[in-house]
């Protein structure tokens, strides 16, 4: 039923003339900003020379391609995910829904995992601009399978807490809304976390994906994502839950 549930998800997915804009737009802006680093190693690169041990071409473009898309998928993710299931409790669909015989889990799971086949069209697209400079160089595949990994897990983040965020609201905008609200406050508390609070630091996304970027990959980086994405999977089935048990 999993499958099914993310079968559906993401055919409308591919119906929806917003998905088809933002996966333009997105790809469109990754493409600016890997040629506009792809630029600036060329012109780094008669210094880089002289440099022992100095970045190389994945250093310059491939690690900061990846924390751009970054930026710009905490941008575009929550358009995806707020009609989740938001979108069912304004068509009051939702009831119809619930009472099919399926578990609260496979629904959420169902849910997560199209919208994340979706977004991660979008990640495979930006992955393999970098490879396009095998063509004529070198590139450090550590490195960039490292930032692979941390966009994946980063993104996958996102699409949890949109999706929760869904459960939350009947009107797809206010999930979108909150859900950027909560990525965003989630991301600059890194900034809180540099004057010297742990605690920030640890909860901020941009301090668990920056080492990965430099190809350091640590378990507690890994498991941070993890948590972060079982325990909005759990909050939204609980949510479901709830709304079940309602008369």
């Known amino acids: 039923m999993i499958l099914t549930i993310a079968g559906r998800e993401l055919r409308s997915l591919f119906l929806s003339p917003l998905a088809w804009a933002v996966l333009a737009v997105v790809q469109a802006l990754c493409a600016y900003f890997f040629l506009l680093y792809l630029d600036l190693y060329l012109q780094l690169a008669p210094r880089l020379a002289a440099v022992v041990d100095g970045p190389g071409v994945t250093g310059i473009v491939v690690a900061p391609l990846f924390s751009t898309a970054?930026?710009?998928?905490?941008?575009?993710?929550?358009?995806?995910t707020m009609r989740l299931v938001s979108?069912?409790?304004?068509?009051?669909?939702?009831?119809?829904?619930?009472?099919?015989?399926?578990?609260?889990?496979?629904?959420?799971?169902?849910?997560f995992v199209g919208v994340f086949a979706f977004v991660s069209l979008m990640l495979a697209l930006i992955a393999l601009m970098p490879l396009s400079l095998l063509a004529g160089g070198e590139l450090d595949l550590g490195l960039w399978a490292a930032?692979?990994?941390?966009?994946?897990?980063?993104?996958?983040?996102?699409?949890?807490?949109?999706?929760?965020?869904?459960?939350?609201?009947?009107?797809?905008?206010?999930?979108?809304?909150?859900?950027f609200g909560?990525?965003?406050?989630?991301?600059?508390?890194?900034?809180?976390?540099?004057?010297?609070?742990?605690?920030?630091?640890?909860?901020?996304?941009?301090?668990?994906?920056?080492?990965?970027?430099r190809g350091l990959v640590d378990t507690a980086d890994i498991a941070y994502y993890l948590i972060i994405i079982v325990t909005c999977l759990i909050l939204s089935v609980r949510r479901l839950h709830a709304d079940r048990l309602q008369p």
């Not at 009051?92 to 496979?106: E, G, I, K, R, Y």
């Not at 897990?153 to 459960?167: D, E, K, Y």
């Open 70 to 80: 970054a930026i710009v998928l905490l941008l575009v993710v929550p358009l995806l």
């Open 182 to 213: 909560v990525l965003l406050l989630l991301w600059v508390l890194n900034i809180a976390g540099d004057s010297g609070n742990e605690l920030f630091a640890y909860l901020s996304l941009l301090s668990h994906y920056q080492p990965l970027l």
């Open 147 to 179: 930032g692979v990994l941390g966009m994946v897990l980063i993104v996958a983040s996102f699409c949890s807490i949109g999706l929760l965020m869904s459960t939350l609201t009947a009107q797809p905008v206010v999930a979108a809304i909150g859900s």
């Open 87 to 111: 979108e069912e409790r304004q068509k009051q669909t939702l009831p119809l829904l619930l009472s099919a015989p399926v578990s609260m889990t496979d629904i959420v799971l169902g849910k």
